[in-house]
């Protein structure tokens, strides 16, 4: 099973600041690396697929990089809604997992 | 527009079963896997398992292998996921989320969540 590790746990800032968030695999899973937006009793939301597609409907301000094992995904300026949980998880190796995820939240 | 709708919440004691359904809407029901994934309080995202509503076809997380059971009723854009068996663990809210192109382990939409609770 790929383990997926995301850092920092939390993540404190302000709206209107950069956010960068981090996930490391445990194994290669090339570019099949996806994330997902999670707000407090709402359903999750796919925000990046295959490393750095945006989905349909996902702010221009949010990007995805990475490749291999290491993969960042970027707010580039903090808007009120993007205080949430951030879930990395790949699509490589079954079963499909997720890293236990990064709170935004607000500094 | 493409919506999944759960089912409500519910309360088991420990040995007993639970289902949960998903009713779809707004796209071609057979044209898309359904996953099943949870969370339970205070952690992360846990893939379940999908059914492909075309065959029937199912695969499931070894955790929960022998324990769950997946199924469609395709004249009404339904799925359901049957957990027996429950534990405490097994206290969480359960999504089922549509394959975001068809087959690409990729999860979007999402439904609602359905809590389930297991209380003695």
């Known amino acids: 099973e790929i383990v997926l590790t995301q850092s920092p746990a939390t993540l404190s800032l302000s709206p209107g600041e950069r956010a960068t968030l981090s996930c490391r695999a445990s194994?290669?899973?090339?570019?099949?690396l996806a994330w997902y937006q999670h707000k407090p009793g709402q359903a999750p939301r796919l925000l990046i697929f295959?490393?750095?597609n945006r989905a349909t409907g996902s702010p221009a301000r949010f990007s995805g990089s990475g490749s291999g094992t290491d993969f960042t995904l970027t707010i580039s300026s903090l808007e009120p809604e993007d205080f949430a949980v951030y879930y990395c998880q790949q699509r490589t190796n079954w079963p499909f997992t997720f890293g236990p995820g990064t709170k935004v939240d607000i500094k | 527009q493409v919506q999944l709708v759960q089912s409500g919440a519910e309360v088991r004691k420990p040995g007993a079963s639970v289902k949960v359904s998903c009713k779809a809407s707004g796209y071609t029901f057979t044209g898309h896997y359904i996953h099943w994934v949870r969370q339970a309080p205070g952690q992360g995202l846990e893939w379940m398992g999908w059914i492909n509503p075309n065959s029937g076809d199912t695969s499931s997380a070894e955790k929960f292998q022998g324990r769950v059971t997946m199924t469609t009723d395709t004249s009404i854009s339904s799925a359901y996921i049957e957990l027996s068996s429950l534990t405490f663990d097994d206290t969480a809210i359960y999504y089922c989320a549509r394959d975001f192109l068809g087959s690409t382990w990729l999860f979007d939409p999402w439904g609602q969540g359905t809590l389930v609770t297991v209380s003695s």
């Open positions: 295959d490393a750095s």
């Open positions: 194994h290669s899973v090339s570019s099949s």
